[in-house]
Each structure stands twice: as structure tokens, then as C-alpha cells.
């Protein structure tokens, strides 16, 4: 397959946003998409202004067949950030994913929840569910140290952690192979 892709790349390890210096996962040989990281970091910084305390979800998933669409991963974001709404009641639920394929011969999806810390503390319940859920589609990778929690006393130092370590979900490589109408990544919407 061909790859589509027509996005402004950045190289360097820190990138500016709404004038703030942030230090991320890229260098001046391998390059990051700098629209997805300016958009999950709004939608994380949105989530810190709602709420007192961010959870944040880091996981993999991996399909079984190839597909050139994301019809299954919108599905399956969209019943899980339901059941995360229902199960911790809670209003807002932010996230970030993308769409990658490099020697596999389907596609994987590295994706990140933002929840309210003061309904969720850590990953085990919701790994589980992800994992349960996911698994008619293919499976869901261990990913180290899946979680972070940010609060008043952390802010600051877990929110550059979680910023540097999910700006890797934007890195060029891997990124374009698939239909010219499907995305690379997607995001919440939150306002």
C-alpha cells in the first residue's frame, strides 16, 4: 500500500506550543507530526482544567486483519470512553490515538485515556475491560508503566512525563499507510 500522507513534520527535541517550550520524544533524525501533539496536549490540558486530578491511560492495541479504515477502533473508543462515563461517573473523558504500521502486515493503534483521577487511582479494572473488549478484534500490548497520575503536587513534572511520553504516538515512522479518506490519528473533542 502506498503511503498517503501530506502533514508538516518536525525534527528536534523540544517543540513550541501557545508559547511554551515542551520537551519531546524526537530528535533531528527521526521527526513527529507536530498537529497531533498540539492537539493531544490540548486535550490533556483541557482534562487538567476540569478536573482536580488526571488519570492518564497509556495502551496498545493490535489488529488480527488489516483494515484500510479505522471503523473498529472508533467503535471500540467510542463504547469504551461510554462504559468509562457509566462505570466511573464521570462527564469528561479525553483521549488520543494512532493509526500506525511498520513490518507487521496489519495495523496497530497506540492510544491514551485522560479521566478524572478522583473517580479512577489506577489501571487494573480498566485494562481489563480493554483487554476483554478488545480481544474479538485482536489483542491489546502490555505497555510499561501504562499510567500516570497528575495532581496538584505533581502537575508540573507528570504533566511534562506524560507530554514527552506520549509525543511518541506522533513520530513519523509508521505513519500514512492507508486509505486517502482514513486518519492517522484522532482525538476527543473536548471544549
Not at 486483519?65 to 469504551?80: G, L, R, T, V
Not at 489501571?123 to 502490555?142: C, D, E, M, P, T
Request: glycine content about 4%; hydrophobic content about 30%; aromatic content about 14%.
Amino acid at each position: 500500500m502506498p503511503k498517503q500522507n501530506r502533514k508538516k513534520e518536525h525534527y528536534g527535541s523540544f517543540l513550541t506550543i501557545n508559547n511554551e517550550q515542551l520537551e519531546i520524544n524526537s530528535s533531528d533524525e527521526y521527526g513527529v507530526y507536530p498537529d497531533i501533539i498540539i492537539k493531544m496536549v490540548e486535550q490533556l490540558d483541557l482534562c487538567i482544567d476540569k478536573h482536580k486530578r488526571v488519570f492518564v491511560l497509556r495502551f496498545d492495541l493490535h489488529l488480527d486483519e488489516y483494515s484500510d479504515d479505522n471503523k473498529e477502533i472508533s467503535k471500540f473508543m467510542k463504547a469504551q470512553i461510554q462504559r468509562i462515563k457509566r462505570k466511573y461517573k464521570t462527564k469528561y473523558v479525553g483521549y488520543v490515538w494512532v493509526r500506525e504500521m511498520e513490518r507487521a502486515k496489519t495495523q496497530h493503534y497506540h492510544c491514551a485515556f485522560f479521566i478524572d483521577g478522583d473517580k479512577i487511582r489506577n489501571s487494573f479494572a480498566l485494562n481489563q475491560q480493554i483487554k476483554a473488549k478488545w480481544y474479538k478484534n485482536g489483542h491489546r500490548s502490555v505497555v510499561p508503566k501504562p499510567y500516570y497520575f497528575l495532581d496538584k503536587h505533581n502537575m508540573k513534572e507528570e504533566r511534562e512525563k506524560v507530554i514527552y511520553r506520549l509525543s511518541y504516538l506522533a513520530k513519523v515512522r509508521g505513519k500514512g499507510y492507508r486509505s486517502a479518506q482514513a486518519k492517522d490519528y484522532s482525538t476527543s473533542r473536548l471544549k
